[in-house]
Structures are given as structure tokens and as C-alpha cells.
């Protein structure tokens, strides 16, 4: 008996994720999930230079700047609630200096330009096509910063909109990378904040302007349906954290176990499962830290380690 219902995932042939691949994650908070799950396995990774992107026209402008290089100044910032920020970044990069936050984008940009064109492959995850324009600068911002929301118009993007942006997004990465293999998800997590029809519009457009792109049978661009495992194969509160909201710890295992099963190759598979020993080894809490067992494991552990490290002299515990 059969409980639920799959979505067909077919592994990928070529252009597979393994531990020589560089990857950048860009988009909203569940790129972040998978990023820090590239980070626990000890992959070659770079989530979100500029913090968690919700929409694909902030998307497109960081790429557009990282691109030209552009170096940003106390034009680029506001001042609110004692802070320094800017419309462009999210709020982790703020700060009470505005230098500090000077030096925080220009190493953002610096570093994004740097993945942009060393990365093999690019994971943009779209949250929202809900978009705010700031009304005194008629531009459309990436974080609001909790200034007064009568100073900015909600717009949705059309699917014409969003197709047009990711199209951009794909171009300007050709100017410096044309290799790299760019894969779109759309979020899994609900902004219920706009309402709850206002969310599936939000979604259906995201999905609707990927597939104009993919239905054109475009070279390394390929889609991965995170949204759809979540909605459809997990479809339970229990899969649920308690905002009812977020997908917990149990469905972003079980997404991240279906992304492995389509994009990882075998090799890299058996690698992962050694630095999770090593990983669990590390966070092994002993009853007795000077004991002879202790030590044993601790020079098992070190041994582990070592081979790790001689066949990928990037990783480090």
C-alpha cells in the first residue's frame, strides 16, 4: 500500500554535485537549509554573500553589481532605528558603523564576483514575487529594514516579470562563467504574511516563469522541486515547525535526502558518510575524557581525519 504520493525525480546523467564542485547558494531562507547541509558534509560552498534574497529582482541586481564591480558608498546607505543599512542587502549586514557596513557589502561584492566565476554550479532558490518599491527612489528594494511600510508600494511581479529577471540572471553569469550549471528551486516556506491566496499567486508566478525559461531547453539550466516535495509529498503539519510555517528539521532532511539521491554522484555519497562520522565523532561528548577508550577514539578519529584531508586538502574539522 502505497501512502502518499511522489514526485518523479530523475538522477541527473551529467553535471553532477561532487566534492570538486564549487557551489553558490543564493535566494531565500531555505537556501540557507540546504547551505548549511553543504557545510556539515564539507563541500566546496558559499551561501548568500549579501544574506537571504526573497525575490529574483535582488537577485538579478547583486549579480548585475558583483558583475561591474561595483563599489558602494554612503549613497548606498540609510539610516533607521540607529542602525546603518541598505535596501540592497539584508539586515545581517548591517551594522551601528556605517564604514562597517561599507566594508561589509564591498566584501560581499568582492567575494560574489569571485564565486560567480569560479563556481561549477549556482543554486538560486526564489521565495516570494511579492516585491516592495520604495516610493522615493521608484526602486524595488531587497529588504525593507522595517522602515514605515506607507514609504514603499507592494507590486507583484507578472510571470513575464520573473521570466525576464531569471533570463537576465543567466545571462550576466554567461559573461563570466559559461559553464556553470544554474539550478532554480522555488521555497517550500509559506509567506502567509500576504495572505494566503496572495502566497499561491506568489508561488504559481515563481513556478510559471522558471518553466518559460526551462520549456526552452536551455543548456546547464535545470529545476529542482523542492516546493512541490513539500506540498505534495509532505503534505502534514507534523513535517511542520511550530509557526506551521517553516518546514522542520524532518522535511528538510527529507528534501536534502531527495537532492542528494538526484544531483550527488555515488563517489561523493561515500564521502559524505565518512565526514558525518568524523562530524558526529567531534560532537561526541565523553563520561570520562582521560580514559584509555577515550583516547583510542580520539586517535581513531584524528586518523579519519587525516585520510580526509589528504584527498581533499580543502576540508578541514
Excluded at 10 to 33: H, P, T, V
Aim: aromatic fraction near 10%; charge should be neutral.
Amino acid at each position: 500500500m502505497n501512502l502518499l504520493t511522489q514526485i518523479p525525480l530523475k538522477k541527473k546523467a551529467r553535471n553532477q554535485i561532487d566534492y570538486n564542485s564549487k557551489i553558490l547558494l543564493l535566494g531565500s531562507c531555505f537556501s540557507e537549509n540546504i547551505g548549511n547541509k553543504l557545510a556539515f558534509y564539507k563541500f566546496q560552498s558559499v551561501q548568500n554573500p549579501f544574506g537571504i534574497l526573497f525575490q529574483p529582482k535582488a537577485i538579478e541586481k547583486i549579480i548585475t553589481n558583483a558583475i561591474n564591480e561595483k563599489n558602494y558608498s554612503e549613497d548606498d546607505l540609510i539610516y533607521q532605528n540607529e542602525r546603518w543599512h541598505c535596501f540592497e542587502a539584508h539586515s545581517n549586514l548591517s551594522a551601528a558603523d556605517k564604514n562597517e557596513l561599507l566594508h561589509n557589502l564591498n566584501s560581499a561584492i568582492s567575494l560574489t564576483k569571485k564565486q560567480l566565476t569560479e563556481t561549477s554550479h549556482i543554486i538560486i532558490t526564489l521565495g516570494t514575487s511579492w516585491v516592495y518599491r520604495f516610493i522615493e527612489t521608484d526602486t524595488i528594494v531587497a529588504n525593507c529594514h522595517k522602515i514605515p511600510q506607507k514609504k514603499f508600494l507592494k507590486e507583484l511581479l507578472t510571470v513575464n516579470e520573473i521570466s525576464e529577471s531569471l533570463e537576465a540572471i543567466i545571462e550576466l553569469i554567461k559573461t563570466v562563467n559559461k559553464e556553470a550549471i544554474i539550478l532554480f528551486t522555488v521555497s517550500p516556506v509559506r509567506h502567509l504574511k500576504d495572505g494566503f491566496v496572495e502566497n499561491m499567486r506568489s508561488k504559481s508566478h515563481l513556478i510559471s516563469g522558471i518553466h518559460q525559461l526551462l520549456d526552452c531547453s536551455r543548456r546547464n539550466i535545470s529545476y529542482f522541486p523542492s516546493y512541490e516535495i513539500m506540498m505534495d509529498e509532505l503534505r502534514d503539519y507534523r513535517f511542520y515547525a511550530e509557526d506551521m510555517i517553516h518546514p522542520n528539521k524532518t522535511a528538510i532532511n527529507y528534501i536534502w535526502e531527495k537532492f542528494v539521491a538526484t544531483w550527488f554522484t555515488e563517489d561523493s555519497k561515500t564521502t559524505m558518510q565518512e565526514v558525518e562520522m568524523i562530524q558526529k565523532g567531534i560532537a561526541h561528548k565523553p563520561f570520562h575524557e582521560n580514559s584509555e577508550k577515550h583516547q583510542k577514539f580520539l586517535k581513531n578519529l584524528d586518523h579519519k581525519k587525516a585520510k580526509i584531508t589528504t584527498d581533499f586538502p580543502f576540508i578541514s574539522f
